[in-house]
């Protein structure tokens, strides 16, 4: 932990955007974090987003994929319209960056497409083509966020346990809290190494995010001896609301909100916090989601 704390000090630079400090990604490997819950309607889509320019504010280039295979909302959040997904790439000879779509702050987003399970009836030069494709982004991007549908079934656990690190969000709410667990123990079962990073969402009182995370972080150590890092807590925002219906991004929209300044310290925590680990990359990421489909 001592080695990882030191390294990323190593990696921190000033920089010139604002006053604050950017780690530098090492060469060709991109950071994927992937954002899922357990129980849906918690907030992950807004999170993911609202993280992606709060990173992007910081210097980071971002990329969002949307791996909501049922309902992908991202651009729907993101207030843009996406008209090509990936499986474009492979059906209508698209290149990536055409699929790709541009958002605020220069994130970009890709929708996985509601197909893209059919990924795994591919030959190998078609799967060849779309890594290949896609590991363009490890040059271009320092972090790629992956948001995920609800629930447990296997679309989502693959996107979970192929990525680098997995923030699970919560709201504090028992249900949510059961279903986080659920998602844990399945993280577990299905051999996932990394410690988890929790983010409770829709805090109402002073304290409440501390003990959520505490609970969570003890019987996730106790029962299933996973470490749970808890990298934050947002507060309930009438504003998020109101920014989800005129279809602008949180950070865009009330810049000041209280919610706004909890992603702003969860995106501090993320770049500065010393418990990232060596990123592998969006080319592994998308070998290892394809490698499950095909078991
Ligand atoms: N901090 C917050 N304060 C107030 N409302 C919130 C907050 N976070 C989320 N919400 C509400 O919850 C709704 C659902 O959020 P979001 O779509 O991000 O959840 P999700 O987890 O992505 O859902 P799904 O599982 O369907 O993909 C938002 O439209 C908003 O109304
Ligand atoms: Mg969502």
């Known amino acids: 932990m001592a080695d990882q704390a030191e390294k990323l000090r190593q990696l921190v630079q000033k920089s010139k955007v604002g006053e604050a400090a950017i780690i530098t990604k090492p060469a060709n490997k991109a950071r994927v974090i992937t954002v899922t819950s357990g129980k849906g309607g918690v907030g992950k889509t807004n999170f993911t987003v609202n993280l992606a320019i709060s990173l992007a504010k910081l ?80 040059d271009w991007a320092d972090t790629i966020l992956i ?21 699970i969000i919560t709201t504090p709410e028992p249900t949510a809290i059961t279903d ?59 504003n998020l609301i109101k920014a989800v219906k005129n279809q602008k991004p949180l950070l865009l929209a009330f810049p000041d909100t209280l919610a706004s300044k909890c992603i702003n310290n969860i995106a501090q925590n993320i770049l500065f916090g010393n418990y990232a680990v060596p990123p592998r990359g969006i080319k592994g990421f998308f070998s290892r989601v394809f490698d499950f489909w095909r078991q």
């Not at 929708?111 to 083509?129: E, V």
């Not at 123990?185 to 409440?208: C, D, F």
């Open 59 to 138: 210097g980071q280039k971002v990329l969002i994929i949307d791996a909501d295979l049922g309902t992908a909302n991202v651009d729907v959040v993101l207030g843009r319209t996406s008209k090509y997904n990936l499986l474009n790439i492979l059906e209508d000879g698209l290149a990536i960056n055409e699929a790709v779509s541009e958002g605020p702050y220069g994130i970009k987003y890709l929708s996985g497409g509601s197909g893209i399970h059919h990924l795994a009836n591919l030959t190998d030069s078609q799967l060849f083509s779309i890594i290949s494709q896609i590991s363009l982004f490890d």
């Open 147 to 167: 948001d995920t549908g609800a629930g447990l079934n296997r679309n989502v656990l693959n996107f979970v346990i192929a990525a680098d690190e997995v923030i």
């Open 180 to 238: 986080a667990y659920a998602m844990m123990k399945a993280y577990i079962n299905n051999n996932g190494t990394s410690p988890l990073k929790l983010v409770v969402n829709r805090v109402i009182e002073v304290g409440e995010g501390e003990m959520v995370t505490d609970k969570l972080v003890k019987a996730a150590f106790r029962f299933l001896g996973l470490s749970v890092i808890g990298i934050g807590f947002i507060y309930e925002d009438r």
